[in-house]
C-alpha cells in the first residue's frame, strides 16, 4: 500500500452522486414502552455532486444537518431513502463485506484533535490501524515504512512515531488524525469541523497541508465549517444547507460574489470581518425568528418565515432547487 | 483635591500584576505571568492569543474558580475596589452568579440535563434576590423573551435536550443577566455556533453593556468578532500580556510580532482564494520549560540577542493612534 500521486484526471464522471439522499430520526415517547410519535427530518431530499478533485462545502446553520449529511455518505447512518452512487457503483444498498473496498476509499478527518485519538496507543499504531484493520499491515518493516512515510507526507518527523498523542499540540494532532485518514490511500476525505478547535496560527498550518495534500494526491474533499472565510478559502463549490435541505450551490466566486437565496445573502452578512473599521461602518443585521425545528418544518419554503421577501406562494410551495442561467442551483421562489 | 464620588470612569475591574501556577507532573507551570488588565464600565474588552496562553485561567481566577492545583502567586483583581483574591468563598460565591456572571463555551455542560430550564433559569433569582417560586417564574420567563427565546412560558418546563445549541447557549446569557451583573465574562461563547446565531447572542450582549453598562470580558479566537464587538483587546502569549490597545489600533498598527503574526494567519473574504497561508513557525512554547527572555523569540521573525536574554516588560508604544497602546518587545519600542 503506498500513497500515489494521482494524475489530474481525464476522468470527468463525477467521483460521488447523492440523490434525493434523506435521514429521519424517530421521536419517541414513553419510558417503558416506547412509541414513535413523529421524526426528526434532519436531512430532507439532499442532492448533490462531487468532482475528482475538488473541494465542496456544505455550510448552514448549526443543526442544519450538515453532519447527518456527511455520516450518511460514509455510510455511517442509515438512509430513510435517496441514493448515494460512488465512483460509479450504487453503495446505498451493499453488504457490510461489499462496502469494504469502499471504505478504504471514503475517509473522515474528525473535530477534536483531543478527543478523537487514543491516549494509550503510540502515533505508530494511530496512524497504521487503519492498516491493520483492512489486513494491509504487511510485515513489520513494510508497516513502520508506510507509517513513516505518512508521518512525513503530515509534516511530523518519523522519529516522533514512539510518542503517545499527550506529547503532541494541538495542530500536530490534528496531522496525526489526518495522516491516519490518509493510510488507505483515500479518494474521498470527509473534513467535518476539523480546523475549528484549532487557533488560527495552528489552523493556517492545518489549511496549508490540506491543500498541499489535495494537489500532490488529488483528493477530493466533502468540508464542513462555520467558518465561512475558511470555506472561501478552500473550496470550489459550496452547498449552502437550511434546514435539512440545500438552498444554492454554487462556485466559490458566483456564491461569494453574488449569492443568490436569501438565507446564503443572510449567513454571509453576519460574517464578522476582521477590521474594526469596516464593522463600525456596516448596518449590523440579525435574521429576525428562529431556526424552525426540523421536528415541525413550516410548509412551503423553510426560510419563509424568516424571509424580508417571502411572497404568499412561498407559504404553500416547497421551491425546487433548480438551475439558474449562470449553472447555479436555487431553490427560491424569487 | 477632593476624593471624587464613585467616577463613572474608574475602573471597574483592575487585574494588576497577576500570577497564577499549577503544580502537575511535569512541574510548576505557570499559565499566567505577572498580567495587568483593565476594565471600565460599559467596555467590551477582548481577551485573545493562542491556545493555552492563560486567557481562561485568567477568567477563573476573576471568579475564584481556579482548581485544587493551583495557586495565585501573586497580584491583585480588583473589581469595583475590591481584592477579590482577599475574599472567602463565602463572598465569592455571593459575587459569582451575582454581581459578575459567567458564559462558558459548552452551554450543555454548563446546564444540568436533569432539570427543567424554568428551574436552572429561576433558582438563582429564588436565591439572590428572595424571590418565591412563582415570582421568580415569572422572571425567568421575562429574561428568555429578553433572550428571543419564542413561547417563554413553554419552554420553561422543557429540558436542555430540547433546545439547539444556539438557543442552550442564549439560555446561559439569560441566566448570566438574571441578576443584573456588573460584569459578563464570556469565554468563547459562540465558538460551536454558526454565524446568524452567533451574531444573534453577540449583538444581544453587546446591547446589554449599552443598556445596562455592564462590562464585557470576551474571550475568542475569532478576530472577526473582535473587530465587531470589542473596543479594547489584549493579546496573550504564554501566560503574559503581550500588546494592548484599543481594537482600532490594535488592527491598524499592531506593535507585536506575536499579533502580527496571528492577524496575517486567517483567511479573509477578500484574500486571494487558495493561496498559501502565512503561519506563524515553530511550535507553542512549553509553559513548563519556557525559555529565557521574550518567551516569544524562538519563533519571531525579528529576533535579536536582547530578546533571547532579557523580558520586555509592557511598555507604552510608538508610532500608534492610541494613547494607551502598549506592548512587550525590544524590536517596537
Ligand atoms: N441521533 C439523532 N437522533 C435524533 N436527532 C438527531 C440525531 N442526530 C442528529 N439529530 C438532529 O438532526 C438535526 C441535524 O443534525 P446535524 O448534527 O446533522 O446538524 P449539523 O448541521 O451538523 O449542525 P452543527 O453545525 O451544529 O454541527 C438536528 O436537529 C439534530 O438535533
Ligand atoms: N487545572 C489545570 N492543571 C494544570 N494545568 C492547567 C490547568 N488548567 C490550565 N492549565 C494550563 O494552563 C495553561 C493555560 O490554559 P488556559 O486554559 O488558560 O489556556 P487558554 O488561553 O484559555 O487556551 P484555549 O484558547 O485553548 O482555551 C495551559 O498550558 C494549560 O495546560
Ligand atoms: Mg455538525
Ligand atoms: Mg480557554
Known amino acids: 500500500m503506498a500513497t500515489r500521486e494521482r494524475e489530474p484526471t481525464m476522468n470527468d464522471a463525477p467521483l460521488l452522486e447523492v440523490t434525493d439522499l434523506s435521514v429521519h430520526f424517530p421521536v419517541t415517547e414513553g419510558v417503558v414502552r416506547q412509541r414513535t410519535i413523529g421524526a426528526v427530518r434532519a436531512v430532507d431530499g439532499v442532492s448533490f455532486t462531487l468532482r475528482r478533485g475538488e473541494t465542496f462545502s456544505l455550510v448552514g446553520e448549526s443543526g442544519c444537518g450538515k453532519s447527518t449529511t456527511a455520516m450518511a455518505v460514509l455510510r455511517m447512518q442509515p438512509l430513510t431513502g435517496g441514493r448515494i452512487v460512488f465512483d460509479g457503483t450504487d453503495i446505498t444498498t451493499l453488504t457490510p463485506a461489499a462496502m469494504r473496498p469502499f471504505r478504504r476509499r471514503i475517509q473522515m478527518v474528525y473535530q477534536d484533535p483531543y478527543g478523537s485519538l487514543n491516549p494509550r496507543m503510540t502515533v505508530r499504531d494511530i496512524i497504521g490501524e487503519p492498516l491493520v484493520v483492512h489486513g494491509l499491515a504487511g510485515d513489520r518493516k513494510t508497516y513502520a515504512a508506510r507509517v513513516a512515510e505518512l508521518m512525513e507526507l503530515v509534516g511530523l518527523l518519523p522519529a516522533m512515531a514512539g510518542r503517545y498523542p499527550h506529547e503532541f499540540s494541538g495542530g500536530q494532532r490534528q496531522r496525526i488524525g489526518i495522516a491516519r485518514a490518509l493510510a488507505l490511500d483515500p479518494d474521498l476525505v470527509v473534513c467535518d469541523e476539523a480546523v475549528s478547535a484549532l487557533d488560527v496560527s495552528i489552523q493556517a498550518q492545518v489549511l496549508n497541508l490540506l491543500m498541499d495534500l489535495q494537489q500532490r494526491l488529488g483528493l477530493t474533499y466533502l468540508f464542513i465549517s462555520h467558518d465561512l472565510s475558511v470555506v472561501r478559502h478552500l473550496s470550489d463549490r459550496i452547498g449552502v444547507m437550511y434546514l435539512g435541505r440545500i438552498v444554492e450551490v454554487a462556485t466559490r466566486d458566483d456564491l461569494f460574489g453574488a449569492p443568490q437565496h436569501p438565507y446564503t445573502r443572510a449567513l454571509l452578512d453576519a460574517v464578522p470581518i476582521p477590521s474594526p473599521e469596516r464593522e463600525a461602518e456596516r448596518p449590523h443585521r440579525v435574521i429576525p425568528g428562529e431556526v424552525p425545528s426540523a421536528r415541525n418544518p413550516p410548509p412551503g419554503c423553510p426560510f419563509h418565515p424568516r424571509c424580508p421577501h417571502a411572497l404568499p406562494q412561498c407559504r404553500t410551495d416547497a421551491p425546487a432547487l433548480s438551475a439558474r442561467p449562470d449553472g447555479r442551483l436555487v431553490a427560491c421562489h424569487l | ?333
Open chain 2, 1 to 333: 483635591m477632593m476624593t471624587a464620588p464613585a467616577d463613572q470612569t474608574a475602573p471597574l475591574l483592575e487585574i494588576e500584576d497577576l500570577s497564577v501556577a499549577f503544580r502537575t507532573e511535569r512541574g510548576l507551570v505557570r499559565a499566567v505571568d505577572g498580567a495587568n488588565l483593565t476594565l471600565r464600565a460599559g467596555e467590551t474588552l477582548a481577551l485573545v492569543g493562542e491556545s493555552g496562553s492563560g486567557k481562561s485561567v485568567t477568567a477563573l481566577s476573576i471568579l475564584g474558580l481556579l482548581g485544587d492545583n493551583a495557586r495565585v502567586e501573586r497580584g491583585r483583581i480588583l473589581f469595583e475596589g475590591e481584592d477579590l483574591l482577599r475574599l472567602d468563598r463565602r463572598a465569592l460565591r455571593g459575587i459569582r452568579g451575582h454581581r459578575i456572571s459567567m458564559i462558558f463555551q459548552e452551554p450543555m455542560s454548563s446546564l444540568n440535563p436533569v432539570l427543567t430550564i424554568g428551574r436552572q433559569v429561576a433558582e438563582p433569582i429564588r436565591l439572590h434576590q428572595g424571590r418565591s417560586w412563582p415570582e421568580a417564574l415569572d422572571q425567568a420567563a421575562e429574561l428568555l423573551a429578553r433572550v428571543a427565546i419564542p413561547d417563554p412560558r413553554e419552554r420553561l418546563a422543557q429540558y436542555p435536550h430540547h433546545f439547539s445549541g444556539g438557543m442552550r447557549q442564549r439560555v446561559m446569557i439569560a441566566m448570566a443577566l438574571a441578576c443584573q451583573p456588573r460584569l459578563i465574562i464570556a469565554d468563547e461563547p459562540t465558538t460551536a455556533l454558526d454565524v446568524t446565531v452567533q451574531a444573534q447572542i453577540l449583538e444581544l450582549l453587546k446591547t446589554l453593556t449599552r443598556e445596562t453598562g455592564a462590562a464585557l470580558l470576551l474571550i475568542t479566537h475569532d478576530l472577526g468578532v473582535v473587530a465587531r464587538y470589542a473596543e479594547r483587546v489584549a493579546v496573550m502569549y504564554a501566560g503574559r500580556i503581550v500588546e494592548s490597545a484599543s481594537a482600532r489600533a490594535l488592527y491598524g498598527t499592531p506593535r507585536h510580532p506575536y499579533t502580527e503574526g496571528l492577524m496575517a494567519s486567517v483567511p479573509s473574504l477578500t484574500g486571494e482564494p487558495r493561496a498559501r497561508l502565512l503561519t506563524i513557525s515553530g511550535q507553542p512554547p512549553d509553559l513548563a520549560d519556557l525559555p529565557p527572555g521574550c518567551a516569544f523569540a524562538p519563533r519571531c521573525p525579528h529576533v535579536h540577542e536582547l530578546c533571547r536574554g532579557t523580558v520586555p516588560a509592557l511598555q507604552p508604544a510608538t508610532g500608534t493612534s492610541d494613547r494607551d497602546h502598549r506592548s512587550a518587545c525590544h524590536g517596537y519600542p
